[in-house]
């Protein structure tokens, strides 16, 4: 069974500019995460999908940031535009209905800004 | 709020070492705990996990104890190996909080031969 996949892997874009990463949560799984970590700092929670729906959005620093999971499949995490503080990685994350389940972690989308 | 505090790396040591990485946490209620690794190149995996209190979480030869008491849940491994290198998450997650993840900021352990 496949894991968690993100694409793509590494990305260096300047600022001002906008960069998309993309989400495969482990098939069947109905909930979909966002996490990030930016300059060696913690790992900080972004959003939670339920399906299509998102059911926290708490994490998002602003509104430079856009997540979307039409269908309730794939999802994408737009920045737009990126600034240099938005550097670092992007993990993605699934799990199956419910609360208490195990969450899967992708490899991470390695975003650079200069 | 939800907070999760391990110890700065990055931890060297040599082959066969003992390894403990420590992490507290503060949480409303009674979380549960987990921890992550991450190996070079990889992204992040469960290495482990405990429920309630006194529960201790194992896999691949690493232990930690869900302390309640000084809300705690180190990490330790008796011997460790080159490939036990990796960066270590600690992390909870409250019973409220659905399945919202709370980590700390990671530990680099470097493991020589």
């Known amino acids: 069974e496949a894991g968690v996949t993100q694409f793509p892997s590494h990305s260096v874009i300047e600022k001002g500019q906008t960069v998309t990463l993309r989400c495969d949560p482990i098939s069947g799984h109905d909930n979909l995460y966002w996490y990030r970590r930016v300059m060696g700092k913690e790992i900080k929670f972004l959003l939670h999908f339920v399906k299509e729906s998102k059911q926290d959005e708490s994490g998002m620093p602003n509104n430079r940031f856009l997540a979307e999971r039409t269908g309730g499949t794939y999802s994408t995490l737009k920045v737009q535009p990126a600034e240099l503080e938005d550097s670092g990685v992007y993990f993605c994350?699934?799990?199956?209905?419910?609360?208490?389940?195990?969450?899967?972690f992708g490899e991470g989308s390695w975003l650079t800004v200069v | 709020g939800n907070s999760v505090t391990q110890m700065e790396g990055p931890v060297t040591l040599s082959e066969e070492a003992f390894l403990t990485i420590n992490c507290t946490y503060t949480?409303?209620?009674?979380?549960?705990l987990f921890w992550y690794v991450q190996y070079p190149g990889e992204g992040l995996q469960l290495l482990l996990k405990a429920t309630k209190a006194d529960d201790k979480g194992s896999n691949k030869g690493f232990e930690a104890t869900y302390r309640k008491e000084t809300t705690s849940f180190h990490l330790e491994k008796g011997s460790v190996q080159v490939s036990d290198s990796a960066v270590y998450f600690c992390a909870l997650r409250p019973p409220a909080a659905g399945n919202k993840l709370t980590f700390g900021g990671g530990t680099r352990v470097l493991v020589k031969p």
């Open positions: 949480a409303t209620g009674y979380p549960s």
């Open positions: 994350a699934s799990s199956k209905q419910g609360t208490g389940n195990t969450i899967y």
